[in-house]
């Protein structure tokens, strides 16, 4: 508890929206009812003459309804925030305590107080209640993302990361092509049996797997695209069964507990949703089912009807595929692996929570890229050992 008191205020810093004091009274009442708080500094503009980024003043919801009870409303709302506001600010050092800033808040019972660097610059603002849970240790990031690796599960807040490391999410975009491989291997096996069997006189499954579309309607095209199209579910099953899936679902209840503010305990994490509103499975799934129906129907209204759905349905499409394909129970070692990344996560957070990164960190953070590294060196082996393959696969 008392490292916490004495970690720096800069880790409770977020950013919100300022005014200048050329601003409009309206505009500020507006930026007072959309962040939420109850008063917000006014920053320098670059006209200022002591140059622009210092925190001149700051408005309050008392003195915008003041100044809009004191005369016509539609009038006073055009003057200018600096003719109202507070010149009287108080706040806070970025190297000051949280302790510290818990003090001087409890003193001056304050909302919210301005952060600001060793050149008296403003940085952001930090609020009451931020303070009160870092001192209760349980200050949480607002959004976490995460995905399901064969090593574990991997989690962050953009700008931390925590469970499966970088080698993990290489095997999860492995993992994803071998299973593509075997799905379409299946179809191949299945086909190779067939024509074994010959039942079919002198017509080849294989053959027709390995030919070029026609281009003109005709019933080997059409045996060829149900033979390729099977492998989709078969590829499915595979996501349904491997540990891939109980991974993912112990990933989505970690966040869901971390987003909720409930404890990382196994019983608690267990009680969670699988199914997640921000997963990428509902694009993913979304436009699958588009992709179906525009192949099978292509009158302009079935496609209509496809757009319709992914527009307003794809989270429920998502949902269900997440549900019934991507996830499934996790296992007690599953949950494990998510609670230990979740803990891990919170406890970088508390940290450093004011960290930044730049864009292109944040992008590799979300582990997308080493997915596709993985596909990609799967891909290219397969090119460098059976280049003949490209085309089945």
Known sequence: MQAM?????????????????????????????????????????PTDRGGPGYVVGEITDDLVLKALSSGDPHE???????????????????????????EIMNDR?????AVLDEHGRYIGIVTRTDVASALCYTIRPPVVAGMAT?????????????GAGDLGLVLAGVALMLMRYAATGLIFGAAWLVDKTSVLGPWSLVALLNSPSIGVPNWMDTVRVIMVGAALPIFLLLMRVLPLSGYHAAEHQVV???????????????????VHPRCGTNIVAGIIVFLMVASLFSTEVAILI??????????????????????????????????????????????DAGYRVTGWQRIWNTGMPQVMIGAAGVLALQEMLFPGWSGLF
Do not use: C
Not at 256 to 267: F, S, V
Not at 328 to 334: E, H, I, N
């Open 150 to 162: 064969p090593l574990g599960v991997y989690l962050t807040t953009g700008h931390l990361r925590a």
């Open 256 to 274: 869901h507990a971390i987003e909720n503010g409930e404890p990382l305990k196994p019983a608690t994490v267990a009680t969670m949703p699988r």
């Open 76 to 102: 006073v709302a055009g003057k200018q925030v600096g003719s109202i506001m507070s010149r009287e600010v108080v706040s806070l050092n970025r190297f000051m305590s949280i302790g510290h800033a818990a």
């Open 5 to 45: 008191r004495d970690a720096s205020i800069m880790n409770l810093v977020k950013t919100a929206r300022t005014l200048s004091p050329e601003d409009s009274i309206g505009r500020a009442a507006e930026a007072l009812r959309v962040s939420g708080i109850s008063r917000l500094p006014i920053i320098s503009s």
């Open 306 to 351: 496809a757009v319709f759905g992914l527009v307003f349905a794809w989270r429920v499409i998502g949902g269900f595929f997440q549900y019934y394909v991507t996830t499934k129970p996790a296992s007690a070692k599953q949950l494990e692996s998510g609670i230990k990344a979740g803990q891990s996560l919170l406890e970088q957070y508390k940290n």
């Open 109 to 113: 019972n304050l909302p919210m107080m």
